[in-house]
């Protein structure tokens, strides 16, 4: 596992595009995992920014997304859908038929999470996988269990989580108790891991899922058996490390 430990936000963002940005470079017709939340948006704007100028091309890009709360209509400017299309995809030449996450307007989780896997399987796999971490560790929507998941799944969301995502909507009775999102076993099978994580109220996530003993109740601490993982993250995020 390779640490960049940064300075702030803006060199986290930076950093990791750049890593993202290599590998479309190195193979312009790659599959990129994407992530959500508000770790990532800094490193989409950078994306963007570097298309815009003419040194990434994405014509050639397929990309799957990590999750998708269940029960949130495409249009709903929270569903990972729309962040997606507003962050990314609306702003650089990606072919949109080949952007995928898993439909959270699929009342069926059963069929709407074997759909997905079969979607993933049908691209190949993540060349790179971009995660952010949940207070409480989860990559994804993956929460802290007994188990590690290993296919697409649909998770009743923690209290903390559902705590977390209350900025983005006008009451935590609006926030989705459910999502869709993919398994650790899919998670892992990604060829590179690219983790983003910024803040003091990360520490813990980071100091766990890095350091700490590899269990289910910190998801994220799975990464520890990838061989090939990049965490960017700023000081903040890093303050309980010892590097
Ligand atoms: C959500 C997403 C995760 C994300 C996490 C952290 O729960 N499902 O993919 O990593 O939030 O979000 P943020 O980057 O906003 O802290």
Same mark, same amino acid.
């Given at each position: 596992m390779r640490i960049y430990k940064v300075k702030d936000y803006? #060199?986290?963002s930076r950093k990791a595009a750049a890593v993202m940005a290599a590998q479309i470079v190195a193979k312009p017709d790659c =599959?990129? %995992?994407?992530?959500?939340g508000s770790t990532p948006i800094g490193?989409?704007?950078? *994306? =963007?920014?570097?298309? +815009? @100028? %003419? /040194?990434? /091309?994405? @014509?050639e890009v397929t990309t799957v &997304?990590? /999750? #998708?709360y269940k029960g949130l209509p495409k249009e709903n400017d929270q569903s990972y859908y729309y962040f997606m299309n507003d962050n990314l995809f609306s702003h650089v030449n990606v072919d949109k038929s080949r952007t995928f996450l898993p439909d959270g307007t699929q009342p069926d989780a059963e069929k709407a999470c074997t759909e997905y896997d079969e979607i993933v399987r049908a691209t190949g796999g993540a060349d790179i996988q971009l995660l952010g971490l949940g207070h409480n560790g989860h990559? %994804?929507? &993956?929460? $802290? @269990?007994?188990v590690? +998941? +290993? &296919?697409?799944?649909?998770?009743?969301?923690? #209290? @903390?989580?559902i705590k977390a995502n209350t900025r983005f909507f006008a009451s935590e009775a609006d926030v989705p108790r459910q999502a869709y999102t993919m398994g650790i076993g899919t998670i892992m099978s990604a060829k590179k891991i690219l983790v983003v994580a910024s803040g003091a109220d990360k520490a813990d996530a980071v100091y766990k899922s890095f350091f700490g003993p590899i269990t289910p109740q910190v998801q994220g601490s799975v *990464?520890?058996?990838? $061989?090939? =993982? =990049?965490v960017v993250a700023d000081e903040a995020a890093l303050s309980k490390c010892d590097l």
């Open positions: 803006a #060199e986290m =599959v990129l %995992g994407l992530a959500t490193l989409y704007k950078q *994306l =963007v920014e570097w298309y +815009k @100028s %003419g /040194d990434l /091309d994405f @014509s &997304n990590l /999750d #998708e990559i %994804g929507f &993956n929460e $802290p @269990s007994d590690f +998941k +290993k &296919n697409t799944h649909c998770v009743d969301l923690t #209290e @903390s989580t *990464l520890q058996l990838h $061989p090939d =993982v =990049v």
